[in-house]
């Protein structure tokens, strides 16, 4: 089957105003502190990018990044994650914000919140900016949301299939070409 992508489901100006208001939420809760944003490479990256120049500068952000992969083939999440590229610092004692592009079963974020525990941080909290709500299979509390969206998968700034569209400004659903 080929794909290609489709219709615009969250608008470029969308996704600057919630990334604005996340940032917001974010300083307001970390006011005076550290925190240690940590993206989900590769999809979290354009967020992440944006989100961090969201926090105003009350906050102490730093920044580090871990790689993950799922075992198994695409198509069946198995929610056994292979850690590709670990964090380069450590997180005890430290408030840690986890960020994912997107939750959809829950399983890579409920395995990486498990395993960020047993490395004793102060504080986690979950950033995602989109949460597919309906397709959860395990729960995952995620402290900033940024849309829900219907189960239809979806490209575009960082989120991508195999490995192509991540570059789109903003979030498109992707269809059957043929
Ligand atoms: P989960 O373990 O099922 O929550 O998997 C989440 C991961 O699946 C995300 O980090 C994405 O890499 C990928 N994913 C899930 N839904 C989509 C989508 O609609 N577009 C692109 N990637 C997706
Ligand atoms: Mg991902």
Redesign the pocket.
């Given at each position: 089957m080929n794909y290609s992508v489709s219709d615009v489901l969250i608008s470029a100006e969308q996704i600057a105003e919630k990334v604005r208001k996340l940032g917001e939420d974010i300083g307001r809760d970390y006011d005076g502190q550290d925190l240690m944003v940590i993206g989900?490479l590769k999809?979290?990256v354009i967020f992440l990018s944006d989100l961090v120049r969201a926090i105003p500068a009350t906050v102490e952000v730093s920044l580090d990044f871990m790689a993950v992969s799922?075992y198994g083939d695409s198509t069946k999440?198995s929610?056994i994650v292979r850690i590709v590229k670990d964090l380069d610092s450590s997180i005890k004692g430290r408030n840690i914000l986890l960020v994912?592009?997107?939750?959809?079963?829950?399983?890579?974020?409920?395995y990486l919140v498990k395993l960020m525990h047993e490395r004793e941080p102060r504080s986690l909290q979950i950033c995602a900016l989109?949460d597919?709500e309906e397709?959860r299979?395990v729960h995952?509390p995620i402290r900033y949301r940024g849309f829900s969206i219907p189960d239809?998968?979806?490209?575009g700034y960082g989120?991508?299939?195999s490995g192509k569209w991540r570059g789109y400004p903003d979030i498109r659903t992707?269809e059957a070409a043929d």
């Amino acid at each position: 089957m080929n794909y290609s992508v489709s219709d615009v489901l969250i608008s470029a100006e969308q996704i600057a105003e919630k990334v604005r208001k996340l940032g917001e939420d974010i300083g307001r809760d970390y006011d005076g502190q550290d925190l240690m944003v940590i993206g989900i490479l590769k999809g979290a990256v354009i967020f992440l990018s944006d989100l961090v120049r969201a926090i105003p500068a009350t906050v102490e952000v730093s920044l580090d990044f871990m790689a993950v992969s799922s075992y198994g083939d695409s198509t069946k999440t198995s929610g056994i994650v292979r850690i590709v590229k670990d964090l380069d610092s450590s997180i005890k004692g430290r408030n840690i914000l986890l960020v994912e592009d997107i939750v959809d079963t829950g399983l890579t974020l409920a395995y990486l919140v498990k395993l960020m525990h047993e490395r004793e941080p102060r504080s986690l909290q979950i950033c995602a900016l989109l949460d597919k709500e309906e397709r959860r299979r395990v729960h995952v509390p995620i402290r900033y949301r940024g849309f829900s969206i219907p189960d239809t998968f979806v490209v575009g700034y960082g989120l991508d299939y195999s490995g192509k569209w991540r570059g789109y400004p903003d979030i498109r659903t992707v269809e059957a070409a043929d």
